[in-house]
T-cell receptor, first 114, second 114 residues
């Protein structure tokens, strides 16, 4: 069965430091991959998505993610975080075999240290 | 352009009572999704509509949950009767074509069942 794993439940980084949030997926073929961000009391906002082509994907708010087929990973990165980046981040996978259903990971909560 | 609108934003009810949530998708979006997000988890799909047809309701607990999208625009999700375990955030999302297209999320309805 398709699945998404976000191994880090909670991460704290200092403002201005770099960030990497991990995401691993389980699926035989090439999946469609997404990163969403959810601020407290808000819905999910799409940061970026990968469907095909260049494996390094640029998103909004200075985020990027790299698809690595050999590692079944789609890690999210940002070179310098801002206090406003504190939120919950969800990795998701869309697979045709799951009737076009998006499966979300359990999320990583990001805290920013002043 | 207005985003996905949901109401109410918060609802507190006693167990065994009925409750309904309303969603108005982005204008022109033919696909509408209802998700449930438990505390500390990612969203899980309950039902997906393409226009007025429910094309995936495999995860909808049909003994107590029902949904409708009569005119292919706005939608209502109902729980009757509610149970303690139904406490969660109910998210609505919409997209233009369906699978593979970006889903835009509403702010959600936070339900507390006492």
């Amino acid at each position: 069965a398709q699945s998404v794993t976000q191994p880090d439940i909670h991460i704290t980084v200092s403002e201005g430091a770099s960030l990497e949030l991990r995401c691993n997926y389980s699926y035989g073929a090439t999946p469609y991959l997404f990163w969403y961000v959810q601020s407290p009391g808000q819905g999910l906002q799409l940061l970026l998505k990968y469907f095909s082509g260049d494996t390094l994907v640029q998103g909004i708010k200075g985020f990027e993610a790299e698809f690595k087929r050999s590692q079944s990973s789609f890690n999210l990165r940002k070179p310098s975080v801002h206090w406003s980046d504190a939120a919950e981040y969800f990795c998701a996978v869309l697979t045709e075999s799951s009737a076009s259903k998006i499966i979300f990971g359990s999320g990583t909560r990001l805290s920013i240290r002043p | 352009e207005a985003g996905v609108v949901q109401s109410p934003r918060y609802k507190i009810i006693e167990k065994k009572q009925p409750v309904a949530f309303w969603c108005n998708p982005i204008s022109g979006h033919n696909t509408l999704y209802w998700y449930r997000q438990n505390l500390g988890q990612g969203p899980e799909l309950l039902i997906r509509y393409e226009n007025e047809e429910a094309v995936d309701d495999s995860q909808l607990p049909k003994d107590r949950f029902s949904a409708e999208r009569l005119k292919g625009v706005d939608s209502t999700l109902k729980i009757q009767p509610a149970e303690l375990g139904d406490s969660a955030v109910y998210l609505c999302a919409s997209s233009l074509v369906g699978s593979g297209e970006t889903q835009y999320f509403g702010p959600g309805t936070r339900l507390l069942v006492l």
